[in-house]
T-cell receptor
Framework: AQSVSQHNHHVILSEAASLELGCNYS??????LFWYVQYPGQHLQLLLK??????LVKGIKGFEAEFIKSKFSFNLRKPSVQWSDTAEYFC?????????FGTGTRLLVSP | KAGVTQTPRYLIKTRGQQVTLSCSPI?????VSWYQQTPGQGLQFLFE???????NKGNFPGRFSGRQFSNSRSEMNVSTLELGDSALYLC????????????FGPGTRLTVT
């Protein structure tokens, strides 16, 4: 079964800085990939998804992610973060009809 | 549309007891999945129910069980609680089984003492 690695457990950025959070999954083939976000005090919610086609996918709130098949990666990016982006971010892959999550990255954006 | 609701939100139990958690999916969603979230292990899949049938199961002992009712509401049960069962239990609903696009509830925080 697939596994997901998120290399950064904690990230601290200043507002307006660019963000890139790493995500790698364990093996190739057809993959469905997701980023979920959990804002403080809120439910886990879907940020963006990749099923096929254009490897650069855009999600809500200005986030995007790039699927690089050769690197088994699906990194999350945002050109300029805001204080309101402070949250925990989870990468996930669908494996045998179930979601397998990474351990999450806590992002703190300081104003 | 109302979101996924879970009851209770917080629960404290002692070792050896059993517990039942409840989840009501978004109206029209027939698939319900359960996850355990802990600081050390992150989010781990417990099981998924669709049309009152368990469709998929994670690597958890038989003490963890669940069921789904005809109105798609779901319950999970943990028997003979252990300290390590302390966690946030999340329920998620989706339109179809096996979907990666899931809508999560607020969770039930279970503390086992």
């Amino acid at each position: 079964a697939q596994s997901v690695s998120q290399h950064n457990h904690h990230v601290i950025l200043s507002e307006a800085a660019s963000l890139e959070l790493g995500c790698n999954y364990s093996y190739g083939g057809t993959v469905n990939l997701f980023w979920y976000v959990q804002y403080p005090g809120q439910h886990l919610q879907l940020l963006l998804k990749y099923f096929s086609g254009d490897p650069l996918v855009k999600g809500i709130k200005g986030f995007e992610a790039e699927f690089i098949k050769s690197k088994f990666s699906f990194n999350l990016r945002k050109p300029s973060v805001q204080w309101s982006d402070t949250a925990e971010y989870f990468c996930a892959v669908k494996s045998f009809q179930k979601l397998v999550f990474g351990t999450g990255t806590r992002l703190l954006v300081s104003p | 549309k109302a979101g996924v609701t879970q009851t209770p939100r917080y629960l404290i139990k002692t070792r050896g007891q059993q517990v039942t958690l409840s989840c009501s999916p978004i109206s029209g969603h027939r698939s319900v999945s359960w996850y355990q979230q802990t600081p050390g292990q992150g989010l781990q899949f417990l099981f998924e129910y669709f049309s009152e049938t368990q469709r998929n199961k994670g690597n958890f002992p038989g003490r963890f069980s669940g069921r789904q009712f005809s109105n798609s509401r779901s319950e999970m049960n943990v028997s003979t609680l252990e300290l390590g069962d302390s966690a946030l239990y999340l329920c998620a609903s989706s339109l179809e089984p096996g979907s990666g696009e899931q809508y999560f509830g607020p969770g039930t925080r279970l503390t086992v003492t």
